[in-house]
T-cell receptor, first 114, second 112 residues
Framework: KAGVTQTPRYLIKTRGQQVTLSCSPI?????VSWYQQTPGQGLQFLFE???????NKGNFPGRFSGRQFSNSRSEMNVSTLELGDSALYLC?????????????FGSGTRLTVV | SQQGEEDPQALSIQEGENATMNCSYK?????LQWYRQNSGRGLVHLIL?????REKHSGRLRVTLDTSKKSSSLLITASRAADTASYFC????????????FGQGTTLQVKP
């Protein structure tokens, strides 16, 4: 059974550019959540999608957006990149109900903004 | 901050010893989960305890939950060098499905 796949693994972008990250959940999982991890702020929730609808949103500026496709794959986009956006971005998938057996995380995309 | 607190921030023990990590949180929860992270990689789910449970076991792991004190602890017994990692607690609130609030984590080093 394939795990959660995040692409790309590493990314270097310049300030002001935009970036799109991809997450393919475990087959059958309909929920995808996104998190940002930085040394200073730790793990912070960005947003969660279930059946193509955003169900929950964290406290991030509008530059951070996402979407989910009918096959449950999800993308997140960050526009007008800032140095502070450098982070490990993690996605997690689940069947969509609360708790269950926990969430399965991908290996993350490490974004560096220069 | 919405995040919970974990203590200690860092823990160093010898192989074979037990490791205990504590987590406190702020809001009412549906469940609390523990995750492990090796060297900045993805998180691995370890165990989930629901708000109506007090204790749960999984292999060498034992988790307790005290909702009156809004706290949880993770005990790893007979630790191994391979247990060296960062450990995070995360809470999921009722009505906030898919949104985990993470603690700051405990870095565990197990010396061979």
């Amino acid at each position: 059974k394939a795990g959660v796949t995040q692409t790309p693994r590493y990314l270097i972008k310049t300030r002001g550019q935009q970036v799109t990250l991809s997450c393919s959940p475990i087959s059958g999982h309909r929920s995808v959540s996104w998190y940002q991890q930085t040394p200073g702020q730790g793990l912070q929730f960005l947003f969660e999608y279930f059946s193509e609808t955003q169900r929950n949103k964290g406290n991030f500026p509008g530059r951070f957006s996402g979407r989910q496709f009918s096959n449950s794959r999800s993308e997140m986009n960050v526009s007008t990149l800032e140095l502070g956006d450098s982070a490990l971005y993690l996605c997690a998938s689940s069947w969509g109900g609360q708790g269950g057996n926990g969430y399965t995380f991908g290996s993350g995309t490490r974004l560096t903004v220069v | 901050s919405q995040q919970g607190e974990e203590d200690p921030q860092a823990l160093s023990i010898q192989e074979g010893e037990n490791a205990t990590m504590n987590c406190s949180y702020k809001t009412s929860i549906n469940n609390l989960q523990w995750y492990r992270q090796n060297s900045g990689r993805g998180l691995v789910h370890l165990i989930l305890i629901r708000s109506n449970e007090r204790e749960k076991h999984s292999g060498r792991l034992r988790v307790t939950l005290d909702t009156s004190k809004k706290s949880s602890s993770l005990l790893i017994t007979a630790s191994r060098a391979a247990d060296t990692a960062s450990y995070f607690c995360a809470t999921e609130g009722s009505g906030n499905t898919g949104k985990l609030i993470f603690g700051q984590g405990t870095t565990l080093q197990v010396k061979p």
